[in-house]
């Protein structure tokens, strides 16, 4: 059994910053990528960030320069530190691991979400 919790958000004035947290636990094999996603109320769910296990990382042109997405493998978590938040920045903001579940099923990873926390950056 895999799970995926996310924890960190809340209300924040414009300006502001807050920083998700995002542990995966459980039997697993490893986990390969991992990211930030979020979901606006009518709009669909985007991508902000991701973080390949190597480091390597990847944002949406929206929140470069503001937000950094890291991990910590030995914790299997993820972190997203958001800076200068907007207004438009207030989603539900999920985090997704891409994980393999064992060393046979390496070539099928499969990705595990969490169950989102809110963000709401008010003007």
């Known amino acids: 059994q895999v799970q995926v919790v996310e924890s960190g958000g809340g209300l924040v004035q414009a300006g502001g910053s807050l920083r998700l947290s995002c542990a995966a636990s459980?039997?697993?094999?490893?986990?390969?990528?991992m990211g930030w996603y979020r979901q606006a109320p009518g709009k669909q769910r985007e991508l902000v960030a991701t973080i390949t296990s190597g480091g390597s990382t990847n944002y949406a042109d929206s929140v470069k320069g503001r937000f950094t997405i890291s991990r910590d493998n030995a914790k299997n978590t993820v972190y997203l530190q958001m800076n200068s938040l907007k207004p438009e920045d207030t989603a539900v903001y999920y985090c997704k691991a891409r994980i393999t579940r064992s060393p046979e099923l390496v070539h099928r990873p499969y990705d595990y979400w969490g169950q989102g926390t809110q963000v709401t950056v008010s003007s």
């Open positions: 459980g039997s697993f094999f490893s986990i390969n990528d």
